[in-house]
């Protein structure tokens, strides 16, 4: 038998057997097929203009890479990767090329910079024929998916890593990963172009050393993206960080400041490493892998991923920062595994430290997680450590991963940014700057919560559980077996270099770990977390529960008549698909009819049967958390509620006028819940949806212009009702802090006061007028409607504290008559009026209170 001959017989036993053990999952776009076949036996094909041939380039030697190659390459009906190169009247034994030279005479000592052969002969017949070209196809293999940081040789057998692997060690891979490889084919560079370029740009370099380090450098790029950086283990990284000089000098000073020796105060800062630093396992990760596939098959219905092709294609170029908003603790792991098993590195996660519990921690800590306190106040040697270790983590270009609202949201509105992290990010940028950071929004929206009687709980007055493994087993004794589906939604990026470069800071330099930041800086740090929050917002998913949540609570006994019920979540689903919040915003491909199917399947809401026709009602106890899904998505609805709200009240209404109420109570409708229009942009969307509206025939529109109710009673107007009342609850609670402010008058009351009583009145209203909704008396809501009206300068404070306002601020709180009926407003009226005695005593109960809890703390 011919060399030849035993040479493809070798190959096709050694494909066939690869075959048993190996399925190879593909990372990225697979390449489309732009030649002929590179076998033909006709040289003239290859010099067709329009004709390239490809030749796959592979960073390492190996047979198995190859043969893996070759077999996808089959089987996606592309150029087989060993079949010959043909081009011209030139003949290559295979379509495939490898940058590190793999020599059979010198395999233990090889010659330096010994360049790959076949790379010469293609580079010399290019020169030759420039009418011809070849596709270089770079393709990236992996066998599993670890950093080399593993500190044990058994775990380094288990998986690929950034070093070459020996061939006993390759084949342990392919025994081990056979099912857990990886292979990505990445954008093809034309062979011409790069010598073209390097003869350009490199002319004392010779083509061939341009274009393996150009190829090698980009391909170690792709492969950063799946494994990480190449890491270290803990024990070297905190040994790196504790010789650091910024913490070196940060001992000394806490050597002097608390009167302890030099060694002493070494070993707080090692406790603090201790404390904070992640120990990334490739074990953990992969056991969490198989454990969390589990819950979300059988827990839950599955995990739904919309618009990840767009943090793959940044994850080449930029350090990606995950930003999700924080809705269960589950958040650390749902966000871990979308993104693990879409071929991307698990990002490092900055968790609260009240999650360092026993087992818990380590295994968050082996899948990326590092822990943080929730105050830094005090403690100089603390800060300094974790910001060197926070910038040790940018340095490598890690992802990370931290939730911008600092806690979970009880409310399932979004929180008000913590900033804290995000501006530690940025100095550590500023201090040396890696790759370009880029910020990615995510929406998390669950169906049922594993917290949900908790958090019902804690809006209701309890105080928070402190986090335990007995609590998360109480947790998991309580949940029930149906939890629907999970939806992610990655939102519009938000880059860093912008934000700076739009506050005048993309040239500041930060020298020391404790240097402040610039004012330009936080500027630009604040309106990067407002923007991230608003992105969120944006990247919303519309699911059945949230939907059926927003209608049914906005009825007044939480019921609503089947046919009714249907046509409502029909009619919203038209708007939003007719006019969606954003491009990115995901709705429910399901109609009404199925949603109440789903809802009663996840027993949310119950069919109460009657000969007239079937009602749907909400089920049992179940009115308050559903609270916390229709505020998920209530700011999609909130515009064209509030014009709902407004042409039902008054029957009819000019759009001038329209316009004109809803600029003026915008501002705190934005700020409450995070919208993203501007003042511009916001009268095209009113206008836009007044129009839905009209085409619904929800409302009318004279020749006039002029917006008209149906009429009262009828289906339509019971419609518009349901649709005005998700925007009622911020009126109303707007409103009732206007009334108190203008109760006590001009420079009477202090901004604590008017928060303290505005959270009583609302706590007294949910209880009088049956709201079911504890976000209504959310103190941090009033906090931010102060704020706004002090930003929009309807009030101020005068140097005793005390709010002053103005004939401006008479007039907004007169206009409620525009939005809000007789009966409320009187009973807003009379629930806001205090006399001097009772304010007094009202006063002097919440700070007893107040002193009773901080008492407890500190017993604590």
């Not at 198995?64 to 996808?72: F, P, Q």
């Not at 009583?757 to 809501?781: C, M």
Request: glycine share 6%.
């Amino acid at each position: 038998m011919s060399k030849r001959g035993f040479g493809q017989m070798y190959r096709q036993l050694s494909s066939k057997l690869l075959d048993l053990v190996v399925t190879p999952h593909i990372l990225g776009e697979v390449p489309s097929n732009p030649t002929a076949p590179s076998t033909s036996e006709d040289p003239n094909i290859a010099n067709t203009p329009s004709k390239k041939v490809v030749c796959y380039v592979l960073q390492n030697y190996s047979r198995s890479n190859a043969l893996v190659v070759d077999g996808e390459t089959r089987r996606l009906k592309l150029p087989a990767a060993l079949d010959s190169l043909l081009i011209g009247e030139h003949k290559e034994k295979a379509s495939i090329l490898f940058l590190q030279h793999h020599d059979e005479q010198n395999l233990l000592n090889p010659p330096p910079n010994t360049f790959p052969p076949r790379l010469l002969r293609l580079i010399d017949l290019l020169e030759k024929h420039p009418e011809l070209d070849i596709e270089l196809v770079p393709v990236t293999v992996l066998w599993g998916r670890s950093p080399d940081k593993e500190d044990s040789w058994f775990k380094l057998l288990f998986t690929d890593t950034w070093a070459t692997p020996s061939r006993v060690k390759q084949m342990v891979n392919i025994g081990l990963h056979g099912r857990e490889s990886y292979l990505e084919f990445h954008e093809a560079q034309s062979l011409r172009d790069l010598i073209q370029y390097a003869k350009t740009t490199h002319p004392n370099l010779s083509p061939a050393t341009y274009i393996i380090s150009s190829l090698n450098n980009y391909m170690d790029a792709q492969r950063e993206v799946v494994l990480g950086p190449d890491l270290s283990d803990r024990r070297n990284v905190m040994h790196s960080l504790i010789k650091a000089q910024d913490v070196q000098d940060a001992i000394r000073r806490e050597s002097i400041r608390s009167k302890i020796s030099m060694l002493e105060a070494e070993r707080r800062a090692i406790g603090y490493l201790n404390e904070i630093v992640s120990d990334y396992s490739s074990s953990a990760v992969r056991f969490a892998d198989m454990a969390l596939t589990r819950l979300w098959t059988q827990l839950y219905d599955g995990v739904e991923v919309h618009n990840f092709s767009t943090v793959r294609e940044l994850a080449k170029e930029y350090e990606i920062i995950y930003t999700p908003c924080h809705r269960s603790h589950i958040d650390y792991l749902l966000l871990s595994y979308v993104i693990y098993k879409r071929g991307l590195m698990v990002p490092y996660i900055a968790a609260g430290d009240n999650l360092n519990m026993p087992f818990v921690g380590q295994l968050l800590r082996g899948g990326g997680a590092f822990f943080i306190r929730r105050t830094f106040r005090g403690n100089g040697l603390y800060t300094t450590v974790f910001k060197e270790y926070l910038y040790s983590i940018l340095s490598r270009n890690t992802p990370l991963e931290y939730f911008i609202e600092g806690g979970r949201s009880r409310t399932g509105r979004l929180l008000p940014a913590k900033t804290g992290m995000l501006a530690m990010t940025v100095h550590s940028h500023l201090r040396g700057r890696a790759k370009p950071i880029v910020f990615v929004p995510t929406y998390i929206g669950y169906e049922r919560l594993m917290e949900g009687s908790t958090y019902v709980g804690e809006m209701q007055g309890k105080p928070k559980e402190a986090e335990s493994v007995l609590g998360i087993v109480k947790t998991l004794r309580k949940i029930e077996r149906i939890f629907g589906k999970v939806h992610v939604n990655f939102g519009e990026p938000v880059f860093l270099d912008d934000k700076l470069k739009a506050f005048g800071a993309d040239q500041i330099r930060i020298q020391k770990n404790d240097d402040p930041i610039p004012n330009e800086v936080s500027d630009a740090v604040n309106s990067a977390a407002h923007t991230i929050l608003e992105n969120i917002n944006r990247a919303v998913v519309i699911n059945p529960v949230s939907l059926l949540s927003l209608i049914l609570l906005a009825t007044p006994k939480h019921t609503l008549d089947e046919e009714l019920c249907i046509k409502q979540l029909d009619a919203y689903r038209n708007l939003l698909t007719a006019l969606p919040y954003d491009e990115r915003t995901q709705v429910t491909p399901l109609s009404g009819k199925e949603i109440i199917a789903y809802g009663l399947k996840l027993k949310l809401i119950k069919r109460v049967k009657h000969v007239l026709g079937d009602i749907i009602a909400i089920e049992d106890n179940q009115a308050v958390l559903l609270t916390y899904f229709r505020n998920n998505i209530v700011h999609a609805f909130v515009l064209p509620s509030l014009i709902a709200a407004l042409v039902e009240h008054n029957g009819t209404i000019k759009r001038h006028d329209l316009c004109n109420v809803i600029r003026t109570l915008y501002p705190f409708l934005k700020a409450e819940l995070f919208l993203k229009w501007d003042d511009e942009s916001l009268k095209v969307q009113i206008a836009a949806y007044a129009d839905a509206l009209i085409s619904a025939k929800l409302i009318t529109e004279d020749a006039e212009g002029h917006l008209i109710s149906p009429a009262p009673n009828s289906e339509d107007h019971n419609q518009l009702l349901v649709l005005a009342g998700p925007v009622m609850q911020s009126l109303e609670r707007y409103y009732m802090t206007l009334a108190l402010i203008t109760q006590r008058g001009s420079g009477n009351i202090s901004t604590r006061q008017v928060e303290e009583l505005s959270h009583l009145v609302g706590q007294r209203l949910s209880v009088l007028y049956e709201f079911n909704s504890p976000e209504f008396f959310d103190k941090a809501l009033f906090q931010g409607f102060i704020r706004v009206l002090t930003q929009q300068g309807y009030i101020s404070t005068n140097a005793e504290g005390s709010i002053v306002f103005d004939s401006n601020f008479s007039n907004i709180a007169a206009n409620a008559n525009l939005v809000l009926d007789d009966v409320t407003l009187q009973m807003l009226q009379h629930i806001t009026t205090f006399s001097d005695e009772e304010l007094k005593q009202v006063l002097d109960a919440v700070a007893a209170q107040q002193a009773k809890r901080r008492l407890k703390r500190k017993k604590k």
